[in-house]
């Protein structure tokens, strides 16, 4: 039961790099998110998706992009990585909107620091 | 979207039950409760949700004060591998807050 796969667990960068954080579901569901968690505090919705080809604004979306080609994919990209993009960040998955009282499935988490 | 307030923490000892509340005042009458947990180093998992009516599950129950401005999570009979923080969540928009870190003492 593979559920929502995040990679990579750790990544270290530096200030201006870019790179890509990656999701990938295997429940066929067709909703999808991105959290931050910062130490201490709780998640904050970055993007979130409702199917292939659509993505949408969460709280904090300023300094991330987001693209949604398939179903079972949905990554997350840093284009110039700043210090305050230092969290640990959280894919999640469900099959129905939130409202419909869906159950939400996370991934284990990317844990990354930018220096 | 309703906001939801929870203690920062709650202690319990082994084997008790475990009372763990959340006021959520400005819910709207279609907003369902959800609780979720995140174990240490773990993503957020989920443990039960509810509309008006009492619920029950293998994890624990979720009882619905009857004007729904507030609920409490349940668990029967606290585990160490129950420590973690719990989340109430109240809406259409999953706003996570600082949730409760609960102990659970041997």
């Known amino acids: 039961n593979a559920g929502v796969t995040q990679t990579p667990k750790f990544r270290i960068l530096k200030i201006g790099q870019s790179m890509t954080l990656q999701c990938t579901q295997d429940?066929?569901?067709?909703?999808m998110y991105w959290y931050r968690q910062d130490p201490g505090m709780g998640l904050k919705l970055i993007y979130y998706?409702?199917?292939?080809?659509?993505?949408d604004k969460g709280e904090v979306p300023n300094g991330y992009n987001v693209s949604r080609s398939t179903t079972e994919d949905f990554p997350l990209r840093l284009e110039l990585a700043a210090p305050s993009q230092t969290s640990v960040y959280f894919c999640?998955?469900?099959?129905?909107?939130?409202?419909?009282?869906?159950?939400?499935?996370f991934g284990a988490g990317t844990r990354l620091s930018v220096l | 979207d309703a906001k939801t307030t929870q203690p920062n923490s709650m202690e319990s000892n082994e084997e008790e039950p475990v009372h763990l509340p959340c006021n959520h005042s400005?819910?709207?009458?279609?907003?369902?409760i959800h609780w979720y947990r995140q174990l240490p180093s773990q993503g957020p998992e989920y443990v039960i949700h509810?509309?008006?009516s009492n619920v029950n599950n293998r994890m624990a129950s979720l009882a619905i004060a009857e004007d729904r401005k507030s609920s409490t999570l349940i668990l029967h009979r606290a585990t160490l591998r129950d420590a973690a923080v719990y989340y109430c969540?109240?809406?259409?928009?999953?706003?996570f807050g600082t949730g409760t870190s609960l102990t659970v003492i041997p």
């Open positions: 998706s409702v199917g292939a080809g659509i993505t």
């Open positions: 509810g509309l008006t």
């Open positions: 969540i109240a809406g259409n928009q999953f706003y």
């Open positions: 400005t819910i709207s009458g279609t907003d369902y």
């Open positions: 429940m066929n569901h067709n909703y």
């Open positions: 999640a998955s469900s099959y129905s909107p939130l409202w419909a009282a869906d159950i939400q499935y």
